[in-house]
């Protein structure tokens, strides 16, 4: 007779570390290729729940900087600019399928390489970020009759140019699809940087960018530290500078860019507040805060690390939190 069970091969488990195929060294994505840092530096990734050596990731110094910001300033004045607003938005169509095809590895590889629960990753993040790029391509041919004067006389919306991206380590693949996805729609061209410590989810979205066909030079990643930002932001050829991080760094790029042409978006950190007035539904309200700051361990820019009660409800709110907050 037949044995089902160990005469029979199974898939990996979905949250399986066999899902993934993690390289023993990544180059820097510029314009369609992958190329290795110039100097041939390089620095480790680590998984954080056991310490282990995940890859060693190249260390872009300031000529590869320039090399990244070249090739996405030809793309820009090249085929890119001349690609219909219908045309971008099958580009991020096409990544958007890509992702939800591969959505199971990109999970496994954001836990292992950021230490966030594999339920985060599965069940909000990579959803969230296929979704995201599928949501711009529904956007990318109806900017010229959607924006505020645009249509009028004939006007069109005109993309900035090349963006420098820099993003942090909290939300990894989140943070670059939010980056990423606007700016193509726009008929941007990007050279993204993902943090140092969490760059591997943004260097598999270079080779879906790869596989998805996007033309070469429309997305530059480039992987370093504060130095190859800090390149990024001051080079004299980037249009708009957009940085997701601390408040300290962002500072330090608005007088970087101050006094120059380029346009900067910046999401530094926030204290968020939940308001609690004497009507709301209490339990409810506090189940609100306990996830409003704890959720992803409290590193969200918008996590609700103020609590602002009306004074009727005080006593009651306080002592329903800490009765929770013991479970």
């Not at 045309?87 to 836990?111: N, P």
Request: with cysteine.
């Amino acid at each position: 007779m037949y044995d089902f069970i160990n005469g029979s091969d199974y898939a990996p488990a979905p949250e399986s570390t066999a899902n993934v195929n993690i390289k023993e060294q990544y180059g820097l994505f510029i314009g369609g290729k992958w190329v290795d840092a110039k100097g041939k530096k390089t620095f480790e990734t680590i998984n954080p729940a056991n310490q282990k050596v995940l890859s060693k990731v190249a260390d872009a110094s300031e000529a590869d900087v320039d090399a990244a910001v070249k090739a996405a300033r030809s793309a820009y004045e090249g085929e890119w600019s001349s690609i219909s607003g219908a045309e971008r938005g099958k580009e991020l169509y096409r990544i958007s399928r890509i992702l939800q095809e591969r959505a199971r590895e990109f999970a496994v590889l954001e836990s292992m390489d950021g230490g966030k629960p594999i339920r985060e990753s599965r069940d909000i993040d990579i959803p969230l970020v296929a979704a995201h790029f599928f949501y711009y391509a529904g956007w990318a041919d109806k900017l010229d009759y959607t924006f505020p004067g645009a249509g009028i006389n004939g006007q069109k919306v005109k993309p900035v140019g090349v963006v420098g991206q820099i993003i942090p380590w909290n939300f990894p693949l989140m943070m670059a699809a939010w980056k990423i996805a606007p700016a193509l729609a726009c008929g941007n061209t990007v050279v993204l940087k993902p943090a140092e410590t969490t760059p591997l989810t943004a260097l598999l979205l270079a080779e879906v960018i790869e596989e998805a066909g996007v033309p070469a030079g429309v997305v530059n990643i480039i992987t370093g530290a504060g130095d190859t930002g800090k390149h990024l932001v001051s080079h004299p050829d980037i249009n708009k500078v957009a940085f997701t991080g601390s408040t300290s760094v962002g500072k330090q790029i608005l007088k970087s860019v101050a006094g120059s042409d380029k346009t900067y978006t910046l999401e530094l950190g926030g204290k968020a507040a939940h308001i609690i007035m004497d009507d709301a539904a209490i339990d409810q309200a506090v189940e609100g805060i306990v996830n409003g700051i704890f959720f992803n361990q409290g590193h969200v820019c918008c996590a609700g690390s103020r609590l602002l009660v009306q004074e009727g409800v005080v006593d009651k709110v306080v002592k329903k939190l800490q009765k929770r907050m013991q479970t």
